[in-house]
T-cell receptor
Framework: EAGVAQSPRYKIIEKRQSVAFWCNPI?????LYWYQQILGQGPKLLIQ????????DSQLPKDRFSAERLKGVDSTLKIQPAKLEDSAVYLC???????????FGNGTRLTVT | QQQVKQSPQSLIVQKGGISIINCAYE??????FPWYQQFPGKGPALLIA?????SEKKEGRFTISFNKSAKQFSLHIMDSQPGDSATYFC?????????????FGTGTQLKVEL
């Protein structure tokens, strides 16, 4: 089966600019997650969707981050405006259901200068 | 209370040796403990996972040992190979809560030398 697809692979922006990341989960996977992985650290959950509804966004900095999953398939994560500390790899993961193992994409590496 | 502490930060093992990575948690509600392997430029990939009702799980050269009373679990890689050189993350979640929201450890960079 095809894995979780993410684009772009790399993005460099200046602080205060906006950026968007795209994720296409594994076909049939109802649950989708966005994680932030800062260099040298483990991934940290930002938001979890079940189909097109948000299950948990308690760790999403909502003043600058937003995410949506229209039609319960693809998802986009947006940052506006970006800060230096947002430099990280943004990982998308999907699972068959809320209690199933996660499958991660290869991430988008964001550098904010 | 949601933290998962992982050690060591880095590890060098000779080919054929045993690699051991340890994790400790505080939240007794955690009911799922996976280990992920991550190569540079790639996303984490599930290696092996355990539930707290068993003390050990083995898959090939990879074994998880789980100590519920001590709130600790560890990954053992037997006959370590250069291809095992990667970053390993332990994680924990409360699956029964209706979402596999993983809390990750800080990672262990493993290097297997010839």
């Amino acid at each position: 089966e095809a894995g979780v697809a993410q684009s772009p692979r790399y993005k460099i922006i200046e602080k205060r600019q906006s950026v968007a990341f795209w994720c296409n989960p594994i076909s049939g996977h109802a649950t989708l997650y966005w994680y932030q992985q800062i260099l040298g650290q483990g991934p940290k959950l930002l938001i979890q969707f079940q189909n097109n509804g948000v299950v948990d966004d308690s760790q999403l900095p909502k003043d600058r981050f937003s995410a949506e999953r229209l039609k319960g398939v693809d998802s986009t994560l947006k940052i506006q405006p970006a800060k230096l500390e947002d430099s990280a790899v943004y990982l998308c993961a999907s699972s068959l259901g809320p209690n199933s193992p996660l499958h991660f994409g290869n991430g988008t590496r964001l550098t904010v200068t | 209370q949601q933290q998962v502490k992982q050690s060591p930060q880095s590890l060098i093992v000779q080919k054929g040796g045993i690699s051991i990575i340890n994790c400790a948690y505080e939240n007794t509600a955690f009911d799922y403990f996976p280990w992920y392997q991550q190569f540079p430029g790639k996303g984490p990939a599930l290696l092996i996972a355990i539930r707290p009702d068993v003390s050990e799980k083995k898959e090939g050269r990879f074994t998880i040992s789980f100590n519920k009373s001590a709130k600790q679990f560890s990954l053992h890689i037997m006959d370590s190979q250069p291809g095992d050189s990667a970053t390993y993350f332990c994680a924990a979640s409360i699956v029964a809560g209706g979402g596999n929201k993983l809390t990750f450890g800080t990672g262990t960079q493993l290097k297997v030398e010839l």
